[in-house]
């Protein structure tokens, strides 16, 4: 008998924009596949305001400034990942500007951060942070989207 998987990606968005949703589970699954340890997953992805980031930075991480993604990671056991994940996207829309690229393309790269939070990654170090960016940019360029040369 053969074993059922359970590998869902919902996505919710909180603020009226959207984009295509396929290309986003996509990034999603494809990351998972590439960490052979979760073969079983359940995600939420939520496209929020300025204010629900805030309140939800405050409520988990006692932060008071605004950030670009949040990810919350409710995994209790081996083989099943369950979590959330939360991209501000009038941050999203600042970052692109800034970085020269669609705010599709990084709404994409924010969420790929946020699946790498919920993997395990942590950005708290210099280093830390390159590797994920390395790995950001590795995810992205399976959907065939530039690296980002100016991140910072």
């Known amino acids: 008998m053969k074993t059922k998987t359970l590998q869902r990606v919902e996505i919710w968005p909180q603020t009226g924009w959207t984009m295509n949703q396929r290309m986003v589970r996509r990034l999603v699954r494809d990351m998972l596949a590439s960490h052979r340890r979760w073969a079983n997953y359940h995600l939420d992805l939520y496209w929020v305001d300025g204010e629900a980031i805030r309140k939800l930075g405050r409520r988990h991480f006692s932060a008071r400034r605004l950030t670009d993604v949040i990810s919350l990671n409710y995994t209790s056991g081996p083989g099943f990942l369950q979590g959330e994940i939360y991209v501000c996207v009038p941050v999203a829309e600042k970052q692109a500007k800034a970085y020269g690229v669609s705010l599709q393309a990084e709404v994409l790269r924010l969420t790929a951060h946020g699946v790498l939070h919920l993997l395990g990654h942590d950005d708290g170090s210099d280093d830390q ?17 530039k690296p980002l040369d100016n991140k910072g």
């Open 129 to 145: 942070r390159q590797r994920m960016h390395r790995l950001e940019d590795r995810a992205l360029a399976q959907l065939n989207i």
